[in-house]
């Protein structure tokens, strides 16, 4: 599979909206892109994925570049509650998982600290 | 639904004992995994399961770590012996199916030590 990069960390304030970014230049046509977060001493959850159109759901939005190498998931309005470790993940469509070559699934993700 | 229940939620072992992990996954999903997460790893997957059958087991680090699914409401994952290396957060998560668009739901997690 594809491999993403997304910054270690990042800050925003309390009730603004956040851009959290992830780069896929690899990305092939039928990769999608998925976002799932974990909540301080919880599981990852699953949050948004997209294809090539922008989607949105009630937790965020996802905007994917028209190129498909990079996307970015928005939070229209953070909370404290929205302090997590985001991951973005890259899956081919319509295939079974093929885990024999990518143990390590979700990567080090982007760690968003809220300031009350 | 409850989600997926995971027990114990805390386990303190000594080295050399054996450490049982149950998981109850979603009823309806077909598909479960067990994953472990370090600090210096990350979040490893360890083993998964589709229609109660170990489909790959290859992340399963040692033969000291061994995992069942005897029905589709259940699945444990047994380290004998325990080691302090062993120490870590362990999740179950479960799935519809094994489609990469499936979405995983992730249990809370059981934090093992092993002193």
């Known amino acids: 599979d594809a491999k993403t990069t997304q910054p270690n960390s990042m800050e925003s304030n309390e009730e603004e909206p956040v851009h959290l970014p992830c780069n896929h230049s690899t990305i092939s046509g039928t990769d999608y892109i998925h976002w799932y977060r974990q909540l301080p001493s919880q599981g990852p959850e699953y949050v948004i994925h997209g294809l090539t159109s922008n989607v949105n759901n009630r937790m965020a939005s996802l905007a994917i570049a028209e190129d498909r190498k990079s996307s970015t998931l928005i939070l229209h309005r953070a909370t404290l509650r929205d302090a997590a470790v985001y991951y973005c993940i890259l899956r081919d469509s319509g295939k079974p998982w093929d885990f024999r070559d990518d143990k390590i699934i979700f990567g080090k993700g982007t760690r968003l600290h809220i300031l009350p | 639904d409850a989600g997926v229940i995971q027990s114990p939620r805390h386990e303190v072992t000594e080295m050399g004992q054996e450490v049982t992990l149950r998981c109850k996954p979603i009823s309806g999903h077909n598909s479960l995994f067990w994953y472990r997460q370090t600090m210096m790893r990350g979040l490893e997957l360890l083993i998964y399961?589709?229609?109660?059958?170990?489909?790959?087991d290859s992340g399963m680090p040692e033969d000291r770590f061994s995992a069942k699914m005897p029905n589709a409401s259940f699945s444990t994952l047994k380290i004998q012996p325990s080691e302090p290396r062993d120490s870590a957060v362990y999740f179950c998560?479960?799935?519809?199916?094994?489609?990469?668009?499936?979405?995983?739901?992730f249990g809370p997690g059981t934090r093992l030590t092993v002193l």
């Open positions: 399961f589709n229609n109660n059958v170990p489909i790959d």
């Open positions: 998560a479960s799935s519809f199916n094994l489609l990469s668009t499936d979405t995983q739901y």
